[in-house]
């Protein structure tokens, strides 16, 4: 899933204290789960901001609403209210809805409420872990289900390097060496010749280096082509 957390209140009211019409839109999906993008952070920020408004003697309208997700056209007519009307949306999902919901609405300005943070996973209540830097080549299939481009401090693809101890990170004493547990997960499976076989260097114009990436499932194009 997604993470994300809130930007710091201080930035949010520079970004919206120009306006006096502020609609926020929360969003039902990832940033829900991680308890930071939901419908209900939505109501709490906004009592925040009509409180900080009023003790900066701003005249400012804050509004709410929320939808099951902000990256898909089809949750869009579920808005209640109308971006058009607002001077401004503070949208608190991730990135890619913040963008999404600005090349629908591109007469309103959208602005972010959330830091994207990275993919991951809840590791424990309240705590979400990177797992996946998204980088358009997965290794998982022979690297025991263990990203080391996410998880090794240097993004190993032949690893572990020489700063490992005790399996632990040279960058941090708390922080567990990708490698060494790859390591632990292919001996427990008895699958340690992956680790004998040399990798070729990461393509990494798949990751960040060749402009947009994107996902295109034909069937599914010409099945909406097709009516």
């Not at 609403?65 to 579920?78: L, M, P």
């Not at 409420?113 to 299939?141: I, P």
């Not at 390591?183 to 060749?210: H, T």
């Amino acid at each position: 899933m997604i993470v994300g957390e809130r930007k710091p209140f201080e930035e949010i009211m520079e970004m919206i204290s120009p306006h006096k019409r502020v609609l926020i839109i929360g969003c039902g999906g990832c940033v829900t789960v991680c308890l930071t993008g939901g419908e209900k952070q939505a109501d709490t920020l906004a009592s925040q901001i009509r409180l900080a408004a009023k003790q900066k003697g701003l005249k400012m309208e804050v509004a709410v609403d929320c939808i099951t997700r902000q990256c898909e056209r089809e949750f869009v007519d579920n808005l209640k209210e109308d971006p058009k009307e607002y001077d401004a949306v503070l949208s608190i999902a991730c990135g890619a809805g913040v963008q999404f919901m600005s090349d629908v609405f591109t007469d309103v300005p959208f602005l972010p409420g959330l830091n994207t943070s990275f993919l991951g996973y809840n590791k424990e209540q309240g705590v979400w872990e990177e797992n996946c830097r998204g980088c358009g080549d997965c290794v998982l299939a022979w690297t025991g289900g263990i990203c080391p481009i996410a998880r090794c401090s240097k993004s190993l693809i032949n690893g572990a390097c020489g700063g490992t101890d005790k399996g632990k990170c040279e960058v941090s004493k708390d922080m567990d060496c990708a490698w060494y547990l790859i390591y632990e997960r292919l001996k427990a499976r008895g699958k340690l010749d992956e680790l004998r076989k040399m990798r070729a260097a990461k393509d990494w114009c798949k990751d960040r280096g060749a402009g947009v990436r994107r996902l295109v499932l034909k069937d599914m194009v010409e099945e909406e082509a097709a009516g």
